[in-house]
């Protein structure tokens, strides 16, 4: 496996020697292109040397209950991810997306199923929206993002913004929408081991007068990945827009991926019940070890939405949306307890199927009016979500297995699986209206004031009568915020925001087994810089979150699991990018959160718990990110790209008996761009974890190096 990443890595930087090569021969023909480009005539969308425009903080984000801003004027931390930074990159999941923002990360690697393992601000994230349609997401695996055209984070609270949600924050997928102009793209790549993918990107105007339009992308990959999984999956999608009349619009999007991932490494766990070390056994890298051959996640995902923009009236618009999402689970996932750091460990094998449905509707009107000097920026509206999940009746969680890292591991699952999800159903219902308003005093002062009422229900149909038949609960969350501008690229920010979070199902290890919790409601306060000037991007905020707490709780003698107490995190973040010519741009980021455990709870002797002051799980002290990019002058066409991130030591629970340690990776990559028989051609390719370090992550072993080389043509 080593000998075939070495040679990955040789053929992408031949690759390079031989673009640079091949640039003077096409030097003419690209100086040709900008010579018709300056004259009106032929493509216009090569870029040949430069940067190519960023709008950072003045890009604008459809901000949820905001309305549509700029981040600019947005009183929260927001990153948004365009496509074409995702495809420089070839990123597959949410850590290499957000990869040079500090805050945004995940500790699952590519090739691997992301198991709840996104987290922003040290706070694991459960709230992710398709074209403003929630999904579940946060576990059984990322969102393809072959059908993608931005993908953003919104960090912190996202109560107000979004409704009932965990506050670890949002991720929200924006799809790619048809093009004014014809367009046709084919991408054809290869992924170490032995994985290859095939993309098409195709849109443009149906109708000669360009009011109906439409967007495909077909996408497939199958293979061998680093880690010696084994990798099938397919995607399409389709998105169509049609503009009834010059003000009214109506758009459609739909998202089906069917995939399946074979073997990947074992999901690790380290329970310090059974864990009998402090230090963690060292890192392999030979992967063979690290699974079972007929072991898979097989996961079938389909996300649509549809919807009317209508601009009723001067400055004022509404929208209405509805979208359906599904998911279907099939786990045959395997799992270990790590019991010594000589490696040996107790194998689980969890077999399940759940079906996830999820209906959403939002009506929301937008617009704006004065009164005296003051300009005021209204959104109403009313949104409703009915959200389903059938768990099936037969699912089994056994240790069938034991082992050693260090050693081959040949059990294979030979019983008959169930895939019925005709178990207990899970039944949400949310309801909520919500208003905002910002105010406008002049050029330099924007005050933000906005609330949302959301209603929740919760049905508990697992059947057994000595259950919780569930629960009712509403709540009034606020959002305050204060934007002073000394400048229009400049703004200084202060906001207050509560978001109402939901309980959760006691587990069969505590004497309450099947015990809901109850919705709780967290706060989190914010002040922030934002610039976009000169070449210079910038975003810093102070934070402060403060979320309702479960811990243990000791009655005649006995263990209850309990909302009891509070979990603390504050910290300072910033992120900065300087475009210090055409050629050059740096950036870099970093966080500090200073994450505390503020417990109650006693046992049965009157003693605190003992995990008061400890830090929350998996949350690291410091993240840090620097990355660069460069257009080679010399060689019209090339350019480099590279990022540098450490992850801070992260306890693996409250306890704090066991860290995961500190690590730092590197990445590199190029992107070169030329002319071929008149036709674009962008080759690309990328190594992660350049110097192969070795290290785990909270629950599965680290990311070898690996790369990918592609080469995308524009029709």
């Known amino acids: 496996m080593r000998r075939k990443t070495n040679l990955l890595v040789s053929a992408s930087v031949a690759a390079c020697l031989c673009m640079a090569n091949a640039a003077q021969a096409s030097e003419n023909s690209i100086a040709a292109e900008d010579a018709a480009t300056e004259t009106g005539e032929g493509p216009n969308d090569i870029i040949v040397n430069g940067l190519a425009i960023d709008e950072g903080q003045n890009k604008i984000t459809g901000s949820g209950?905001?309305?549509?801003?700029?981040?600019?004027?947005?009183?929260?931390?927001?990153?948004?991810?365009?496509?074409?930074?995702?495809?420089?990159?070839?990123?597959?999941?949410?850590?290499?997306?957000?990869?040079?923002?500090?805050s945004v990360f995940s500790f699952a690697t590519a090739g691997t199923t992301n198991w709840w393992g996104t987290q922003i601000r040290g706070l694991g994230v459960r709230n992710y929206y398709i074209d403003d349609v929630p999904m579940l997401l946060y576990w059984g695996g990322d969102f393809a993002l072959e059908s993608v055209e931005t993908v953003e984070a919104l960090k912190g609270l996202s109560g107000f913004m979004y409704g009932f949600g965990a506050p670890g924050g949002t991720i929200s997928y924006r799809t790619k929408r048809p093009t004014a102009d014809p367009l046709l793209t084919t991408e054809i790549g290869y992924r170490t081991n032995s994985d290859f993918f095939a993309h098409i990107d195709a849109g443009g105007p149906i109708t000669q007068d360009g009011r109906l339009g439409y967007r495909v992308n077909l996408a497939g990959e199958k293979g061998t990945t680093y880690n010696d999984a084994q990798n099938n999956r397919w995607l399409a999608s389709l998105a169509v827009e049609y503009a009834i009349t010059p003000d009214v619009k109506w758009y459609a999007a739909a998202t089906y991926e069917d995939s399946k991932l074979k073997r990947e490494p074992f999901q690790v766990y380290w329970d310090g019940s059974v864990y009998a070390d402090t230090v963690l056994p060292k890192p392999t890298y030979d992967y063979a070890k690290l699974n079972i051959d007929n072991s898979y996640y097989k996961a079938r995902t389909l996300v649509t939405a549809t919807g009317l923009d209508w601009k009723f009236a001067d400055g004022w618009s509404t929208k209405l949306t509805y979208g359906?999402?599904?998911?279907?689970?099939?786990?045959?996932k395997m799992f270990v307890y790590m019991l010594n750091k000589e490696g040996d460990y107790e194998g689980y094998a969890y077999n399940f199927a759940e079906l996830d449905q999820n209906?959403?509707?939002?009506?929301?009107?937008?617009?704006e009016f004065e009164t005296g000097p003051v300009r005021h920026a209204i959104v109403a509206g009313a949104s409703y979500m009915a959200n389903d999940a059938f768990f099936g009746a037969d699912s089994y969680?056994?240790?069938?297995?034991?082992?050693?890292?260090?050693?081959?591991?040949d059990f294979l699952v030979t019983r008959d699986i169930s895939w019925s999800t005709e178990g207990f159903p899970y039944r949400e219902r949310q309801r909520a209206i919500f208003l905002s308003d910002t105010l406008y005093f002049g050029d330099h002062v924007q005050a933000i004031a906005g609330v949302r009422h959301t209603r929740y229900k919760l049905v508990d149909d697992d059947g057994d009568p000595t259950a919780d038949g569930g629960y009712r609960t509403s709540a009034t969350t606020p959002t305050f915020a204060l934007i002073l501008k000394p400048a229009p690229w400049a703004s200084i920010y202060g906001s207050y925001v509560e978001s109402l979070e939901p309980g959760s199902r006691v587990g069969g290890d505590y004497a309450n087994f099947g015990e809901i919790l109850r919705a709780t409601v967290s706060k989190q306060y914010e002040v922030g810089v934002k610039v976009e000037h000169g070449g210079l991007s910038l975003t810093g905020a102070a934070f402060r979150i403060e979320r309702a707490n479960t811990a243990d709780r000791f009655i005649d003698g006995e263990r209850y699991l309990k909302q009891d107490g509070q979990t603390l995190y504050k910290g300072l973040e910033g992120i900065a990018s300087y475009s210090v010519n055409k050629d050059l741009k740096l950036g870099a980021g970093v966080i500090y959160l200073d994450p505390s455990l503020?417990?109650?709870?006693?046992?049965?002797?009157?003693?605190?718990?003992?995990?008061?002051?400890?830090?929350?799980?998996?949350?690291?002290k410091w993240q840090v990110t620097a990355n660069a990019e460069y257009y080679v002058a010399a060689v019209p066409g090339l350019s480099l790209h590279g990022n540098v991130r450490y992850f801070g030591k992260a306890p693996t629970d409250d306890t704090n008996f066991l860290y995961i340690p500190s690590r730092t990776l590197a990445n590199a990559g190029f992107q070169y761009q030329t002319l071929i028989g008149g036709r674009k051609v962008a080759f690309t390719g990328n190594v992660n974890n350049?110097?192969?370090?070795?290290?785990?992550?909270?629950?599965?072993i680290g990311e070898g190096r690996n790369g990918s080389v592609s080469a995308t043509i524009y029709w």
């Open 65 to 102: 209950a905001l309305g549509n801003k700029s981040l600019l004027d947005t009183p929260f931390s927001i990153t948004v991810v365009d496509s074409a930074d995702i495809s420089k990159r070839q990123a597959t999941t949410i850590a290499q997306i957000f990869a040079n923002d500090p």
């Open 598 to 620: 503020r417990a109650l709870s006693v046992d049965e002797d009157g003693n605190p718990s003992p995990n008061l002051g400890n830090r929350p799980a998996e949350a690291a």
């Open 324 to 332: 359906y999402t599904s998911k279907l689970h099939h786990s045959n």
């Open 397 to 409: 969680w056994s240790n069938d297995f034991n082992g050693n890292i260090y050693e081959n591991q």
């Open 690 to 700: 350049l110097f192969n370090k070795k290290y785990w992550g909270l629950s599965n």
């Open 359 to 367: 209906h959403f509707a939002q009506a929301m009107v937008q617009g």
